[in-house]
C-alpha cells in the first residue's frame, strides 16, 4: 500500500512558477514510478508527465513539454512537478499518482492516486 500526499498548490500569476511535492509512504516508493495528472473544472482528469522508478524515462503531455519537469528524491519518498511558465490553462486540480511503469501511467493505468492540490493561473 502507497499513499500519497501532495503540497505547494496555490494562485500564481501566469508566466510564473510553481512546485508541487508529493510525499509518499511506504518502502517500496523507490520501485515505483511516479506520475501527475490534473483536472481542470468540467473536464476529464489528463495525463501531465511520468517518471520511472529510477528516474531515466520521463514521458510528458506535449501541452506541458518544455515547461514543466518531473524529480523524485528516492531518499526522501518524494517526487516533484516544476511548472515554469505557468498558463492559465494550466489551471486545475493536480493529483500525483503511482503505478507499476511510467509508459503505463502515461496510458492512464494508475495503482494509487493522491487526494490532490489546487493550482490556479491568473491572467
Known amino acids: 500500500q502507497v499513499q500519497l500526499v501532495e503540497s505547494g498548490g496555490g494562485l500564481v500569476q501566469a508566466g510564473g512558477s510553481l512546485r508541487l511535492s508529493c510525499a509518499g509512504s511506504g518502502r517500496t516508493f523507490s520501485t515505483i514510478a511516479m506520475g501527475w495528472f490534473r483536472q481542470a473544472p468540467g473536464k476529464e482528469r489528463e495525463f501531465v508527465g511520468a517518471?520511472?522508478?529510477?528516474?531515466?524515462?520521463?514521458y510528458y503531455a506535449d501541452t506541458v513539454k518544455g515547461r514543466f519537469t518531473i524529480a523524485r528524491d528516492n531518499a526522501k519518498n518524494t517526487v516533484y512537478l516544476q511548472m515554469n511558465n505557468l498558463k492559465p490553462e494550466d489551471t486545475a486540480v493536480y493529483y500525483c499518482?503511482?503505478?507499476?511503469?511510467?509508459?503505463?501511467?502515461?496510458?492512464?493505468?494508475?495503482?494509487?492516486w493522491g487526494q490532490g492540490t489546487q493550482v490556479t493561473v491568473s491572467s
Open positions: 517518471l520511472s522508478s529510477s528516474g531515466v524515462v520521463t
Open positions: 499518482a503511482a503505478g507499476k511503469s511510467a509508459s503505463l501511467l502515461r496510458s492512464g493505468v494508475v495503482d494509487y
